[in-house]
């Protein structure tokens, strides 16, 4: 057990599938605020390895390893329990609720009433769409739901930060300012932040340790700094 420090580590992971490893010892640290990337082809392994770390892998994988949170390991903890938060390619914001109604689903169970509202309105102010309570979802441009989902995932009040390629279907120029926006509010909050992905322009712009996957799931490494230089961009989405 380490020292409750606010990284986040894996140790000596390995998923296979029908016996053949997809990722071969893979072991990692990522520091609270800092942005640690896992690269890899499609179909490497790289959903499976975070929904592994949330808890909720699909039993047709066999995993092996350890994650280690804040101190603790948590290799067992029921998902709930983790303080594990995810962001997706599709941000999958519920359409029949409002934007306020959607960012409320994140806040956890046993906060009253006047402070959901109150959470609600602080981290509309933050994506700087104040006063979009009462929006329906389906009105919201592409930058707008990316901030939204990720404030929806940050009420949660996670103590890390997993990023399943969230960034992937958005188009060029508005994918570099979604991405900042992303990673800033993590660095802020001091998250341990882990993004897979199969672009390189993300690992850069992450600025942190990367890791490729190889074709047999080994695993190479990267220190942080040793990719393209890092193009960044001010302003808003
Ligand atoms: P990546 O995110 O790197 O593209 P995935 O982790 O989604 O890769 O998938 C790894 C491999 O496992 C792929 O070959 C995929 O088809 C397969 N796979 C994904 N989910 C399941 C599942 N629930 N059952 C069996 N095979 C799966
Ligand atoms: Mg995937």
């Given at each position: 057990?380490?020292?409750?420090?606010?990284?986040?580590?894996?140790?000596?992971?390995?998923?296979?599938?029908?016996?053949?490893?997809?990722?071969?010892?893979l072991?990692?640290d990522?520091a609270?605020?800092?942005?640690?990337?896992?690269?890899?082809p499609s179909?490497?392994?790289?959903?499976?390895?975070?929904s592994?770390?949330?808890?909720?892998?699909?039993?047709a994988?066999?995993?092996?390893?350890?994650?280690e949170?804040?101190?603790?390991d948590?290799?067992?903890t029921?998902?709930?329990?983790?303080?594990?938060?995810i962001?997706?390619?599709?941000?999958?914001?519920?359409p029949h609720?409002?934007?306020?109604?959607?960012?409320?689903?994140?806040?956890p169970?046993g906060v009253?009433?006047?402070e959901?509202?109150?959470?609600?309105?602080?981290?509309?102010?933050?994506?700087?769409l104040?006063?979009?309570?009462?929006?329906?979802?389906a009105?919201?441009?592409?930058?707008?739901?990316?901030?939204?989902?990720?404030?929806?995932?940050?009420?949660?009040?996670?103590?890390?930060?997993?990023?399943?390629?969230?960034?992937?279907?958005?188009?060029?120029?508005?994918?570099?300012?979604?991405?900042r926006?992303?990673?800033?509010h993590?660095?802020?909050?001091g998250?341990?932040?882990?993004?897979?992905t199969h672009?390189?322009?993300?690992?850069?712009?992450a600025?942190?340790?990367?890791?490729e996957?190889?074709?047999?799931?080994?695993?190479?490494?990267?220190?942080?700094?040793?990719g393209p230089?890092?193009?960044?961009?001010?302003?808003?989405?």
């Amino acid at each position: 057990m380490g020292t409750s420090d606010g990284a986040l580590r894996l140790r000596g992971v390995t998923v296979s599938l029908d016996g053949q490893p997809l990722i071969a010892g893979l072991s990692l640290d990522v520091a609270p605020g800092e942005v640690a990337t896992v690269m890899g082809p499609s179909g490497s392994g790289k959903s499976t390895l975070l929904s592994w770390i949330c808890g909720s892998v699909d039993p047709a994988f066999a995993i092996e390893g350890r994650i280690e949170l804040d101190g603790h390991d948590i290799t067992g903890t029921v998902p709930e329990a983790r303080r594990v938060g995810i962001l997706f390619q599709d941000d999958l914001l519920f359409p029949h609720l409002s934007v306020g109604e959607n960012l409320a689903f994140g806040i956890p169970r046993g906060v009253g009433r006047e402070e959901r509202r109150k959470r609600v309105a602080d981290a509309l102010a933050e994506a700087e769409l104040p006063g979009f309570e009462d929006r329906d979802p389906a009105t919201l441009s592409g930058g707008q739901r990316a901030r939204i989902a990720l404030m929806r995932t940050l009420l949660a009040e996670p103590k890390a930060l997993l990023l399943d390629e969230p960034f992937s279907k958005l188009d060029a120029a508005l994918r570099d300012r979604v991405r900042r926006f992303v990673f800033d509010h993590a660095t802020e909050r001091g998250l341990p932040t882990l993004l897979v992905t199969h672009d390189p322009d993300d690992a850069a712009a992450a600025d942190g340790p990367v890791l490729e996957i190889g074709e047999g799931g080994e695993v190479e490494a990267r220190a942080a700094g040793e990719g393209p230089p890092v193009v960044r961009k001010a302003g808003t989405i």
